[in-house]
Each structure stands twice: as C-alpha cells, then as structure tokens.
Nanobody, 119 residues
Framework: QVRLVESGGGLVQAGGSLRLSCAASGSGFSINVMGWYRQAPGKQRELVGSIPTDGSTNYADSLKGRFTISRDNAKKTVYLQMNSLKPEDTAVYYC?????????????WGQGTQVTVSS
C-alpha cells in the first residue's frame, strides 16, 4: 500500500511563492507518474502538472512559466514550486502518484493541502 504525505501549503500574498512536497512511502511497488492536481471551491479537480519517470513535464497551459514540478526518485518525492501566485490559485492541492505492483498500475492520492493566496 502506498501512503502519500503532503506538506508545504499555507497562506501567501499575491506575487509570493510556495513549495509543496509529497512523499510516498510503503514497499513492494515502483512509481510511474507523479503529479499535482488542484480543486478550487465549487470547481472540478484539475491537473496542475505531471512528471513521468523520464523527468519530462506536462503542465496546464494556464500555469506554464509560474509552476514547476520536479521529483526525487531516491526519496520517492514530488515537488511543486509555485511562483507569482495569484488569488485564483487558491485551492486544495492534491498529490497524485501512479504506482505499479507486478503488472498492475494503481492511482494514489494525497490528503490534500490548502493553498490560499490573498490579494
């Protein structure tokens, strides 16, 4: 079983930065894709960005240039660096990890961390 623990959320003023972290723990699995989603009040959960094992990155078009995803495979950790934050970035941010055990892939979600950007 994969356990994901997120950290780094909080309150920040517009224009500020935050760095989120998500560490995976457990045994008997490998990790494929890691990424971040977010859900604002009254809205559907949306992709922020993802990073597969080859280190390439994929971002929502609206976030390119401000958000950066990275991963540390040795630590089984994915990061989200958020710069030039705007009030519309306010949301609960969820870590996503696709794990693999034998021949089966599993979707794993973090508990969510609140990011609030004040104007």
């Amino acid at each position: 079983q994969v356990r994901l623990v997120e950290s780094g959320g909080g309150l920040v003023q517009a224009g500020g930065s935050l760095r989120l972290s998500c560490a995976a723990s457990g045994s008997g699995f490998s990790i494929n894709v890691m990424g971040w989603y977010r859900q604002a009040p009254g809205k559907q959960r949306e992709l922020v960005g993802s990073i597969p094992t080859d280190g390439s990155t994929n971002y929502a078009d609206s976030l390119k240039g401000r958000f950066t995803i990275s991963r540390d495979n040795a630590k089984k950790t994915v990061y989200l660096q958020m710069n030039s934050l705007k009030p519309e970035d306010t949301a609960v941010y969820y870590c996503y990890v696709q794990s693999r055990r034998y021949t089966t892939n599993y979707d794993n979600w973090g508990q969510g961390t609140q990011v609030t950007v004040s104007s």
